[in-house]
């Protein structure tokens, strides 16, 4: 969700791994200049995910690979696809654009013939044509910027809200609390700014008055300065689009500057550590635009609970989402009999509502999520976020 | 206004913090000690494992307890900075400046990166906070908070000035920091006085780390890197290697941040306050103090 390139390098990026993936592709159909362990096996159905686990952003790929790692596994346990195993094939993408495009050939000349992965837009963008070369259907589990369904490819499928869809559940919360004067302020980051923007331009149009639109630097602790031009500003209703580090920095900083408003965070801030970072007494008056909570969910129980064994840590943001990915992936090619994208694109198209942790899934034309099933959560008592409303009329 | 003053203020007491063993170690061997920044992580690391390993510590009463924790993490830090002195800096000390500068990086990697390998790379949460109510004072909004890590920071840092300038161990550091090969010949041992100069840097940065985690609540693996930039750049701006120009750079750092961010918004805020260094700078490149070689240590 994370954007550093500027657009010549980034072209530049796709373009020289456009030919690289060409290259492994003939390489591929040569019949093996020193490739043959790469082969596409016989055994087993390679499902490929490129998730940061370096970096910052690093946290998010465990909980991506684990969750997808479940899902494999009880698929497998389960007969596999038509008596085939899966075998999830992970790369580390870094949240870098130049380092995704490298893992991405990687996966590519590693016989994947299907990717259920991306997190960072920035890292996944270039990333799309070469796995449209290679001709591998891709399932995003998390990232969900709107430059991805611009990128207009046939083999694109996203699990998660756009932002268009996620800034749509903020206005119509902001409005149901009856907000008089709205802030909002993102972290700089592609996919923040993206939610930031969107918000702004809906908000204005469903007629609220927007008094402030900040922008803050990430991977900092002292955010007192912004908390004070929010509460000069005057608001009654803030929204944060970044990250739940920051965002429980934010908040309590904000708190401590006077601010006496809502507080309202984007998905990325969906996680127990926001409580935690916020502190004691600092949680009141928050909440976030999400998905849908593994808590909400029936059975739900015994998937955290799987999963705090199986890993020794609590499932995290995108957790579940990688966890449908596969799943998603999985049945589509079950459906589809067949491997090749073509057949599994078309499969995907035809899912109607797949039961899946983020509601039933439905794919649009765009492979979007035909309802971005956005809900508002707040935060529980145990500090983990809850159900609050689920915008449903 | 008195706001924004007292935002950069606190917010440039932790750089100084730091900035003053960057400095010092600058002033005494000539080395950028690129691991410092994340010497203060390990400091807020140190303070989260007392914490959580020991329950009763968290529920005792908040000022006392940080206090004792500040103390830990500082000879934990302490002894860790001449640790880190002794195994990385000190067998390449006689070496091209380059080659120490490139085991610094490593040193600040290995110690990032062991840390995620020990925690994970998710943050963490501090399990004590200080918190208490906040204070009008001349129309600016101050917590208690904050005042009592401001007092801390001042202590420590009169404390430091206090044994550099009127100890007799201060007075061999100031005689290395002018001349090494001189002070030996005095018969002074300057690799002792070395060791004790990173004993004292890394404790200062353990105790900023404690303060920040207690203070901030979120700790990670990483929070040592931006904020070791920002301490080398208070410690240049102060002039480097001059202990109150350390002092002086970090608070002037933190105001600038703070003014920047208040007119310009939180996008510029580095934009602007850098600008302004570089401004400084090529019109005096020593730094506010650094012309004061005389006090240099």
Known sequence: MKSTRSASVWRRARYLAASVALATAVAGCGGGVGGSDDEKSGDTIKFGMLA????????????????????????????????KDIELVTQDDGCDATTAVAAANKLVSQGVVASV????????????????????????????????????QENVFLINGTGTQQAAAAVAFAKKEGASKIAVIDDSTDYSVDLADSFVEQAKSAGLDVVLDATMTPKEKDYSAEANKLVKSGADF??????????????????????????????????????????????????????QTPDMLEGAEDWIADYTKKFGDEPG?????????????????????????????AALRDLDGF??????????????LAEGGFAIVTIGDDGSFVLHDDLQG | MSQIIINGLFVGSFYALIALGYSMVY????????????????????????????????????????????????????????????????????????????????????????????????PKAYPVRVSGGSVEFIGARISTAQLVLMALAALLMVVLAFYVNR?????????IALDPAASTLMGINVNR??????????ALAGAAGVMAGAYYGSIDFLMGFVIGIKAFTAAVIGGIGNLYGAMLGGLTLGLLESFGTAWLGGEWRDVFSFACLIIFLSFKPTGILGARVVERM
Not at chain 1, 137 to 145: E, F, R, Y
Not at chain 2, 40 to 68: K, R
Not at chain 2, 80 to 102: D, F, K, N, Q
Not at chain 2, 193 to 202: A, D, L, M, Q, Y
């Open chain 1, 355 to 368: 039961p899946a942790f983020s509601g039933p899934i439905t794919f649009t034309e765009e492979g979007t």
């Open chain 1, 238 to 291: 803030v929204y944060w689009t970044g990250y739940y580090q920051e965002g429980g920095l934010l908040n309590r900083q904000s708190k401590d500057a006077g601010y006496k408003g809502t507080f309202l965070a984007g998905d990325g801030s969906v996680d127990a550590s926001f409580a935690e970072i916020s502190g004691k007494d600092y949680t009141d008056n928050v909440y976030a635009t999400f998905t």
């Open chain 2, 27 to 122: 002033g005494i061997i000539k080395l950028l000690n690129f691991a410092h920044g994340d010497v203060y992580m390990i400091g807020a690391f140190v303070g989260f494992v007392l914490l959580t390993s020991f329950g009763g510590l968290a529920a005792a009463a908040t000022i006392p307890t940080l206090v004792l924790l500040v103390l830990v993490a500082m000879i934990f830090t302490g002894l860790l900075g001449v640790t880190v002195e002794r195994v990385a800096y000190r067998p390449l000390r006689s070496s091209p400046r380059l080659a120490v500068l490139i085991t610094a990086v490593g040193m600040s990697f290995t110690l990032e990166y062991a840390v995620r390998q020990i925690f994970g790379p998710s």
């Open chain 1, 117 to 152: 992965g991306g997190y960072c837009s920035g890292a996944t963008l270039p990333t799309l044509p070469i796995f449209l070369q290679a001709e591998v259907p891709m399932v995003i589990p998390a990232a969900n910027s709107n430059a991805l369904v611009e990128a207009d």
């Open chain 1, 52 to 83: 940061p686990f370096s970096g910052t952003e690093s946290a998010f790929g465990d909980y991506m690979k684990n969750g997808a790692a479940l899902a494999v596994e009880e698929i497998n346990a389960d007969g596999g696809i038509d008596g």
């Open chain 1, 317 to 345: 943001p995108y957790s579940t989402q990688s966890y449908d990915a596969v799943r998603v992936m999985a049945e589509a090619i079950k459906n589809a009999d067949s491997t090749e994208m073509k057949d599994v694109n």
């Open chain 2, 193 to 202: 006085v070395i060791s004790r100069v990173f004993f004292i840097g890394s």
């Open chain 2, 167 to 175: 100890t007799r161990e201060g007075r061999a550091m100031r005689a």
